[in-house]
C-alpha cells in the first residue's frame, strides 16, 4: 500500500513545528494568490493549500481526536492511495516549492517547507513522475541526473580549462575552498565554469575542484526522498572532507544551494566548514577589493534586470549580492522587475518541474507571468544567478520566440573584471 | 422561563461553562502540539531569527495590509484581503476597545482600560459585518475557496457571524428587546467559546507560532519576513 | 346604597367643575390616554367612543358616575416602602386624586384598627365588594414550610393571598418583592420567596415592580382600572407597558455620553464631577425597564442617576442576583472560580499529555516500522 508508506512518512516527520503550522491554517486560500502556477492556470487545485492538503488530513487523523472522530463519521476519509496519484501532479507539476505563498500567508506559514514535506511522503509511497524520478536514479547510478560521470567530468574540465585557458585546479590538497558545479552547468553552460574560474583566480582564491564531490545537483531533494538527499548530500561532504577544505563554494545552481546550506544541518552530520554560495562570494569578493569590476562596463544601451531565484534570494538570502554587482556593470541600465526581491515570481521551471515533460505546458504557461513582468520593465537582458531559471529561461525564449538573451551573472562579473 | 432568566443563564453559568470548555480545549490543543517534539535548528544563521522574528510580527500586525497593493500581488482578488483584514481590525477594535467589551475583560482579568467613544466602535462593528458578508460571498464564488470549504467552515463562519450580528442588534436596540437580544448574544457567544477550541478559529492562538517560525526562517537567511 | 360618585365627593371637598377637568387631563396623561382608547376597553357607547370625545372628557365621564373603588392591601415580606412611597409621594395633585378615588379598606401599615378588629373588616369588605374590589399586595410570599415564615393572625400569606384573591377583580403587586420575590428571593432564598403572579393564575395579577414602586405608575394603574375597569396593556413580566415600555438607558439624560463615549470611572472623579456616563460604574439602565428617567421621583425632581448614581435595576426579577450592583452590567454575572478554571486547565494539559503520548508512540512504531525495512 503506497498510502501506508506516505503516512508513515508524515507520521515520522510531523513535529511540533509542523504540526503548529498546520494549525495554524484558517483555509483563508490567500495563498493562491501568491502562486504562479494557480494564477497563470486558475486551476484551484493549485492552491498551495490545497497541495499540503494530505499533509493536514494525515495530521489530523493520526495526530487529532477531532481527525479520527472525522473519519469515523465518514465527513473525511483516510489518505488512500489514488489520492496520493492525484496530488503528484499537483505537487510535481504545479510546484517549485519556490515558497512565495510563505510571504502572502496572514498567518506566515512557511508552506514552502511543509509542501516538500508532503513530497517526502510522495518519494516513500513512491507516486513520483516518472521523468523526475528516471533523473534520481541516474544520479544514484552514475552519480548525475545528466550523465556527469568519473570520465565525462574529467574530460568536461580539460575541454573547459583548454577552451578558455582558466587554471583549474582537480582534487589539490590544502585547498581552502572546494568549489562543486552543477550537472546543467557542466553540460549545458560550460561558460560558467570557465568564469567562475577566472572570477576565482583573479581573487587569489586558493581553489580546487573534487572528482568526487563533482556534483551538486540533488535530484532526492527535488523528489522529497530524505534518504537521496542525504546520499547526495554525503557525497559532496566526502569529497570535501577529503580535501580537508575550509569552505564549500555552490555554483549557479539554487535548490541545491537550498538543501546543502539550508537543510543539511538539520538530516546529517556536516563537517565543519563554512557553506556559501558563488554570488555571495562575488559580493565578498567586490567587497573586500579582492576582485575590480569595470564599472558602467554593461550601460551600452541596452536595458538589464535581474532574476532572483526562489532558492537563492528568497530561500537563499542573497538578495543584495546582485544588485551590488549590476550597479556598478550597469549603474545606468539596470532596472528592477517588480515585484522583486524576496517578492520576486518564481521561473516557474524549478522544483523539478523542468524535468517532467508532462509538465511543460503548464510550466510554458506559468512563465507567460515572467514575459510580462520582463517587458514591463522594457528589458535586453535578464541576469539571474541559478542555472535553473537560466533554463527554463532559455527553454522558453525559444518557445515563445522572445529576443532577450539570458545570462548568468558570474558570467557578467567574468566579462567586466579589470585585471 | 422570562428573557430575563434566559440573560441570567446565559450570562452566567452557561459561560462560565463555556469559558472552562475554551480553557481546557485550548490548553488540550496547545499541550497535544508541543508535545509531538520539535527539533532544534542545526543549520548556521545567516542572519538574527530574533530580528526576523520581530520583522514578521511587525508585518503581520502593522506593514502587512500595505504589501499587497506595493507588490501587486492580490490584484486579482482584492476583496479577500480586504474583508479579511478589515474584519480582523473591526474584531479588535470591538472587541477590546468597547466599552462594553472592555467591562468583561475587567471583571474577568480585574482591570480595565480607556475605550473609544461608542459611535467609532459601533461604526467598526458595521465594517466587521459588513467584511463577514464579504468573506462569506467570496467564499460561495472563489474557486479556491470552494474547494477548500467544508461544513466546519460554514459553521466557523455563522459561529463568528451570530454574536456580530447579534451584538449589532443589541446596541441598536433593532426588532427585539434589549434583553432578548442580549441572551441572544451571549447565547451565541457561549457556543462561539466553546466551538473554538474544535475549530480553526483557535488560529488565533497558533498563529504566535507560525509567525515566530516564519520570523526565524527568514531572519536567519537574512531575508525579510 | 347609592355611595356618592368620586365627583360628587370632591364637590362636596371643595375642588372646582375647572380643577376637575384638571384633574381628569392629569390622570388621562397618567394612564398614557393620547386619544380614545379602543372602544370595546372604554366601555362607551360605540357613538360616543367614536365622536371627537377628548380623552379629559371621557375621564370625567367615568369619575362623575363611578363611585369610589373599593381596595384590600396586604403586605407580606416586605418593607412597607411601596406604601412610604405612596403615602408621601409629592405629586400632591394625582395621587391625592385616586386615594381619593378609592377606599382603602384595609392595610395594615395605615388602619387605625388592628388585631381582630382589622381582620374583621377585611372579612365583611371582602364580602361587601365580592368581585369588585382590588388586591394590592405588598412583599413577597413565602413557601417554605408551609409558609410558616410569615404568618398574620395566624394564618399563613399565602392563605391570605389565596383567600383575598378569590374575590378581587385584579390584583395589583406592587414592588419588586410581590412582583418577583424582591430581596427575600434573593440567593440562597431561605423561605422559597414568590411573587403573585406565581402563585395566583386565575386573576389577572398586573406587576408594578420597582424598589419601591413608582406611585404616580401605581395611581395611574389604580386610575386605569377605574376609567375602564380593566387593567392597562401589561409586559410579557405583566408590566404596564405605558411605564415599562422603555429602558432607563432609553430616556437617561446621560445617554448622550453613553454615545460619545464619556463615563465616569469612580464617583469623585472629573467625569463624576461632569456628569458622565455611569455605564462603566455598573449602570443597569440598558436592561432596566421602568419610568425613572421620564417621571423621575419626588415629583419630578430627580432620580438616582440624576443624582450620580448607576441604575440598580430594581424593577427587573432576579435584581438582587443581576450581578454586582457596581460591577458592569455587560460583565459575566460572576467571576469565574479560579480553581474551576485551574482544574479544567489541568484536565485539558492532561488530555493533551495523554493523546500527546500516544502520538509519540505513534511515531517511534512509524520509525521502527520504516528500520525494519
Redesign the interface.
Known amino acids: 500500500m503506497k498510502s501506508v508508506e506516505a503516512m508513515n512518512t508524515f507520521v515520522q516527520d510531523t513535529g511540533g513545528w509542523v504540526a503548529s503550522q498546520l494549525e495554524a491554517c484558517t483555509r483563508c486560500g490567500m495563498c493562491a494568490e501568491a502562486c504562479h502556477f494557480y494564477q497563470a492556470s486558475g486551476v484551484p487545485e493549485y492552491a498551495p493549500v490545497w497541495k499540503m492538503e494530505l499533509l493536514r488530513r494525515a495530521y489530523e487523523q493520526k495526530f487529532t481526536l477531532i481527525g479520527k472522530v472525522k473519519v469515523a463519521l465518514g465527513v473525511d476519509k483516510a489518505v488512500s492511495d489514488q489520492d496520493l496519484e492525484e496530488w503528484s501532479k499537483y505537487l510535481y507539476y504545479a510546484c517549485t516549492v519556490c515558497n512565495k505563498c510563505s510571504m502572502v500567508c496572514p498567518m506566515g506559514i512557511d508552506i514552502g517547507s511543509l509542501i516538500a514535506e508532503v513530497r517526502a511522503g510522495m518519494a516513500a509511497a513512491g507516486v513520483v513522475p516518472d521523468d523526475l524520478m528516471a533523473a534520481v536514479n541516474k544520479q544514484v547510478e552514475e552519480g548525475s541526473p545528466l550523465g556527469v560521470t568519473d570520465d565525462v567530468f574529467e574530460s568536461r574540465m580539460e575541454w573547459v580549462a583548454d577552451e578558455w585557458e582558466e587554471d583549474l585546479p582537480m582534487d589539490k590538497k590544502g585547498a581552502d575552498t572546494l568549489v562543486v558545479f552543477s550537472s546543467i552547468e557542466i553540460m549545458k553552460f560550460p561558460t560558467n565554469i570557465a568564469a567562475i574560474a577566472k572570477i576565482l583566480n583573479k581573487a587569489g582564491e586558493n581553489w580546487t575542484l573534487s572528482s568526487k564531490a563533482r556534483e551538486i545537483v540533488n535530484f532526492g531533494f527535488y523528489e522529497g526522498s530524505h534518504e537521496h538527499t542525504k546520499m547526495f548530500l554525503e557525497r559532496v561532504f566526502d569529497g570535501a572532507k577529503e580535501l580537508g577544505v575550509k569552505k564549500i563554494v555552490v555554483t549557479e545552481c539554487g535548490h541545491a544551494y537550498d538543501a546543502i546550506r539550508w537543510h543539511a544541518h538539520n538530516m546529517m552530520d556536516v563537517p565543519d566548514m563554512e557553506i556559501t554560495h558563488i554570488v555571495g562570494l562575488i559580493g565578498e569578493y567586490v567587497d573586500s577589493g579582492r576582485i575590480k569590476l569595470k564599472a558602467g562596463a554593461l550601460d551600452n544601451g541596452k536595458t538589464y534586470t535581474f532574476h532572483d531565484a526562489c532558492k537563492i534570494q528568497r530561500k537563499g538570502g542573497h538578495i543584495n549580492e546582485p544588485r551590488q554587482v549590476m550597479k556598478i556593470l550597469a549603474p545606468k541600465s539596470f532596472k528592477e522587475m517588480s515585484p522583486n526581491r524576496e517578492e520576486a515570481i518564481c521561473c516557474g521551471g524549478g522544483g523539478g518541474v523542468i524535468a517532467i515533460k508532462d509538465a511543460d505546458a503548464l510550466r510554458y504557461q506559468t512563465f507567460e507571468l515572467k514575459v510580462a513582468q520582463v517587458n514591463q520593465v522594457g528589458a535586453d537582458t535578464v541576469v539571474m544567478s541559478c542555472s535553473n531559471c537560466r533554463l527554463q529561461y532559455t527553454d522558453c525564449v525559444e518557445h515563445f520566440n522572445l529576443d532577450w538573451k539570458v545570462a548568468g551573472l558570474s558570467q557578467l562579473v567574468a566579462d567586466s573584471i579589470m585585471d | 422561563m ?4 434566559i ?2 443563564f446565559t ?2 453559568p452557561l ?2 461553562v463555556a ?3 475554551f ?17 532544534k ?4 544563521a ?2 538574527s531569527k530574533a530580528v526576523g522574528v520581530v520583522k ?1 510580527f511587525l508585518k ?1 500586525l502593522l506593514i ?1 495590509p500595505f ?2 497593493w506595493v ?4 490584484t ?2 482584492p476583496v ?2 480586504l474583508a ?1 483584514g478589515l474584519f480582523h481590525l473591526s474584531l479588535f477594535v470591538v472587541l477590546i476597545l468597547g ?3 472592555m ?2 475583560w ?3 482579568l480585574g482591570f ?1 482600560w480607556w ?7 459601533d461604526w467598526m462593528a458595521a465594517v466587521g459585518i459588513v467584511a463577514m458578508v464579504a468573506l462569506f460571498i467570496n467564499r460561495l464564488f ?10 466546519a ?1 460554514w459553521l466557523n463562519l455563522a459561529f463568528v457571524f451570530l454574536p456580530m450580528v447579534s451584538g449589532y442588534m443589541l446596541t441598536h ?1 433593532l426588532f427585539f428587546r ?2 432578548v437580544m ?1 441572551s441572544i448574544h451571549m447565547l451565541t457567544v457561549d457556543f462561539l467559546l466553546i466551538w473554538i477550541p ?1 475549530s ?1 478559529i ?2 488565533f492562538m ?2 504566535f ?3 515566530a ?3 526565524q ?2 531572519g536567519k ?5 | 346604597m347609592a355611595e356618592d360618585s368620586i365627583y360628587e365627593r370632591l364637590k362636596q371637598q371643595g375642588v372646582t367643575r375647572r380643577d376637575f377637568l384638571k384633574l381628569c387631563g392629569a390622570v388621562a396623561g397618567a394612564i398614557g390616554l393620547s386619544g380614545l382608547p379602543p372602544v370595546q376597553a372604554s366601555g362607551l357607547p360605540v357613538t360616543l367612543a367614536r365622536s371627537g370625545y377628548k380623552a379629559r372628557d371621557q375621564v370625567a365621564r367615568v369619575l362623575e358616575t363611578k363611585s369610589r373603588l373599593p381596595v384590600i392591601w396586604l403586605e407580606f415580606q416586605d418593607c412597607a416602602g411601596c406604601t412610604e412611597a405612596l403615602s408621601r409621594s409629592h405629586s400632591p395633585t394625582l395621587v391625592n386624586l385616586v386615594l381619593n378615588a378609592i377606599t382603602v379598606e384595609y392595610h395594615e401599615t395605615l388602619s387605625a384598627a388592628a388585631g381582630f378588629q382589622a381582620e374583621g373588616a377585611k372579612h365583611n369588605a371582602m364580602e361587601k365588594y365580592a368581585g369588585q374590589y382590588v388586591l394590592v399586595v405588598e412583599g413577597s410570599i413565602p413557601m417554605a414550610l408551609d409558609g410558616a415564615y410569615c404568618t398574620i393572625g395566624g394564618r399563613s400569606a399565602l392563605d391570605i393571598l389565596k383567600e383575598s384573591a378569590a374575590g378581587a377583580a385584579a390584583i395589583i403587586a406592587t414592588g419588586n418583592c410581590a412582583a418577583f420575590g424582591g430581596l427575600p428571593k434573593a440567593k440562597p432564598n431561605p423561605t422559597d420567596a414568590k411573587g403573585v403572579w406565581e402563585i395566583v393564575t386565575d386573576k389577572p395579577v398586573v406587576n408594578i415592580p420597582g424598589c419601591p414602586a413608582i406611585p404616580e405608575v401605581f395611581t395611574a394603574v389604580v386610575a386605569h382600572f377605574l376609567v375602564f375597569g380593566a387593567l392597562p396593556e401589561l409586559d410579557s413580566l405583566n408590566r404596564p407597558k405605558t411605564f415599562y415600555g422603555k429602558t432607563i438607558h432609553d430616556r437617561c439624560l446621560r445617554r448622550p455620553f453613553y454615545e460619545a463615549g464619556k463615563f465616569a470611572l469612580s464617583y469623585d472623579d472629573e467625569g463624576a464631577k461632569e456628569g458622565w456616563c455611569l455605564y462603566k460604574l455598573g449602570c443597569k439602565g440598558p436592561t432596566t425597564y421602568n419610568a425613572c428617567a421620564s417621571l423621575k421621583w419626588d415629583g419630578g425632581l430627580s432620580f438616582p442617576i440624576q443624582a450620580g448614581h448607576p441604575c440598580l435595576g430594581c424593577s427587573e426579577p432576579g435584581f438582587w442576583d443581576g450581578g454586582g450592583f457596581y460591577q458592569g452590567q455587560s460583565a459575566p454575572l460572576s467571576r469565574p472560580d479560579l480553581t474551576v478554571v485551574g482544574a479544567a486547565a489541568a484536565a485539558g494539559a492532561v488530555a493533551g499529555v495523554a493523546v500527546g503520548a500516544a502520538n509519540q508512540a505513534q511515531k517511534k512504531a512509524a520509525k521502527k516500522a520504516e528500520k525494519a525495512k
Open positions: 422570562n428573557w430575563t432568566e440573560l441570567a450570562r452566567g459561560f462560565q469559558l472552562v470548555i480553557v481546557a480545549g485550548m490548553l488540550y490543543r496547545l499541550v497535544r502540539v508541543l508535545m509531538l517534539g520539535w527539533q535548528d542545526k543549520v548556521p545567516k542572519g514578521s503581520g502587512f504589501i499587497p507588490k501587486r500581488t492580490f486579482k482578488n479577500i484581503y479579511g466599552a462594553a467589551h467591562l468583561v475587567k471583571s474577568l480595565g475605550t473609544l467613544p461608542l459611535p467609532i466602535v472563489n474557486p479556491v475557496l470552494k474547494l477548500l470549504t467544508g461544513p467552515e436596540h434589549y434583553e442580549f474544535l480553526r483557535s488560529h497558533f498563529y507560532f507560525s509567525r517560525i516564519h520570523g526562517e527568514f537567511r537574512a531575508v525579510n519576513p
